[in-house]
């Protein structure tokens, strides 16, 4: 039972997954409006119209109306705060080329928030993302267009999407507004990602892990106490 139980124990901990890189660099915006582009104009110090964007700790008071939230990161770092253009296929944010492997599986994900608003207003709509790449500086290949719930403002939504390189040594990454509504409209962006394990769907954290290992040992504890009943 002892080696039994020390195999299921160490194929528990050989299955917890190892953390894979962030490829995308200033993904999580800490180090401020740097390291990509937007189509959107950048605008730090308020909001006045559409298609502007600013980095910053709370999307409230960049625009009045905005709720006010911390990062999806710590709570206490930066982010993207955007203001929607009611056109679609603007650039909302892209990244530079970025060195992949050929023949692997990637996924680039985001996490989003709907800003709008701090009070309620009627006919908003739900910002949409349509998640776009270019391999080897090829066409732009649209993965999937996402939504982030309008009635669920101030909460982060993760998004996902994957792809497999090919036969692609490269990847340009973009996020495109898929929305043409002028309501509504307006988001933050955090943690933007591009990595061979999902962020937004997760993994088992270590205290889950640690309630794993110890139902190991309660089912070899068990097994011990019939093995000592049977030989008396």
């Given at each position: 039972m002892r080696i039994g139980l020390a195999l299921a124990v160490a194929a528990a901990t050989a299955a917890v997954p190892a953390t894979?890189?962030?490829l995308i660099t200033n993904g999580d915006f800490e180090a401020g409006n740097t390291g990509f582009t937007s189509g959107y104009?950048?605008?730090?110090?308020?909001?006045?119209?559409?298609?502007?964007?600013?980095?910053?700790?709370?999307?409230?008071?960049?625009?009045?109306?905005?709720?006010?939230?911390?990062?999806h990161t710590t709570g206490t770092g930066l982010m993207y705060v955007g203001n929607g253009a009611p056109t679609l296929g603007d650039i909302v944010w892209q990244s530079s080329t970025i060195a992949i492997a050929a023949n692997t599986n990637?996924?680039?994900?985001?996490?989003?928030?709907?800003?709008?608003?701090?009070f309620v207003l009627p006919g908003n709509s739900d910002p949409n993302f349509t998640f776009r790449i270019s391999l080897?500086?090829?066409?732009?290949?649209?993965?999937?267009?996402?939504?982030?719930?309008?009635?669920?403002?101030?909460?982060?939504?993760?998004?996902?999407?994957?792809?497999?390189?090919?036969?692609?040594t490269t990847v340009q990454l973009s996020l495109i507004n898929?929305?043409?509504?002028?309501?509504?409209?307006?988001?933050?962006?955090?943690?933007?990602?591009?990595?061979?394990?999902?962020?937004?769907?997760?993994?088992?954290?270590?205290?889950?892990w640690a309630m794993l290992l110890a139902g190991f040992g309660a089912v070899g504890g068990l097994m011990r106490r019939r093995r000592t009943v049977a030989a008396a």
């Open positions: 894979a890189a962030n104009a950048y605008s730090p110090g308020g909001n006045s119209t559409e298609g502007q964007y600013t980095v910053r700790s709370n999307p409230f008071p960049w625009n009045s109306a905005f709720v006010s939230r911390g990062d990637y996924f680039f994900e985001a996490f989003a928030m709907n800003v709008c608003c701090s080897d500086g090829g066409a732009p290949t649209d993965l999937a267009t996402l939504t982030i719930p309008a009635n669920q403002a101030g909460t982060w939504f993760g998004l996902s999407t994957s792809f497999n390189s090919g036969t692609a898929a929305n043409n509504l002028r309501q509504g409209n307006d988001f933050a962006v955090d943690d933007i990602t591009l990595s061979t394990r999902s962020v937004v769907n997760g993994v088992p954290e270590p205290s889950s």
